[in-house]
């Protein structure tokens, strides 16, 4: 009896340890991803790509929440950051993303300014109702903005580039992700809005989402919209015009993953380079500009300088 209870705690013993090993190893090995939601369907396809050449990694994205960010191993982020942050995280700029003016097919303003487009003044007279910009006496269309209301990438980067904040942008402010947005204006018929184009577009058939309008623009700032800047109705046209002419009134901002430099996560990091050296060639399949190869070679270096400390 004494010696089957022995071997019964040696095997008790072994069994602990052996889960604790597995336990260890699964925690090693998790990646906790959270932030700008319009990105998560190219972090999941980088996910799906990474865990395929590593089946040990667990990497998983939550939804971002009030939860403070020091919970998540890595953060998606699509606005540049103020110094404080950057002094405390790693960037690695792994793509850029446009804003395109989007309107529901069925309003008059959508009917109106797919011939007229949109110019700078324009621009701030619908979505900043800025009293001192040029007035566009021709706006005779019924429109309703709609905005992000919680602080977020698209919003800031939108507003800044013509020179506001983001609270300055009117219109009728929506909780949740940019998602939302979409589905806000497809149930009103005056709905005009900003997007990214992976939501603007179907990224299978290359073409603007049932219901919606893509408002062209003054990609020269000529002031006018002439026939070639109304290219508009195909994706795959939109993101060559954009990464090979230098256009205007079309806001542009990178894409960031960010990681702590505190986060002694191995896995991580290493899943942070894998994007760096592989994510490229899926970014255009999901409505992205590439990042500058200089400032991505650049990241890409301290990123492995990052990944050598353990």
Known sequence: MKNLRTILLATGA??????????????????????????????????????????????????????????????????????????????????????????????????EYAEKGLNEKTYKQVFFHDIYAEKDKTITAPFTIYTRLQKAGAPVTFAKYFGYEQQQIKGKTIAGADEHLIKALLKDETGITYTVPGLAYDLTTRKAVEGLSIIPVDLDGNGRVSKDEKLADNLDQVLERLETEKVKNVPVEYLHFSINKSNNNPEAKRFLLWVASHGEADLHAFGYLHADPKRLQAEKEKLEKFLAIK
């Open 14 to 111: 072994l069994l602990g340890a052996a889960s604790f090993s597995f336990a260890q190893e699964a925690s090693q090995n998790k990646v906790v991803i959270t932030g700008v939601r319009f990105a998560y369907p190219l972090v999941e396809k980088w996910i799906k790509q990474y865990t395929t050449e590593y089946p040990k990694s667990q990497i998983v994205i939550e939804s971002r929440t009030v939860t403070d960010p020091e919970k998540y191993d890595l953060l998606i982020e699509a606005y540049d950051q103020e110094r404080l942050v950057k002094e405390e995280r790693e960037f690695i700029s792994i793509g850029r993303y446009a804003l395109l003016p989007i309107a529901n097919t069925k309003s008059a303003f959508a009917k």
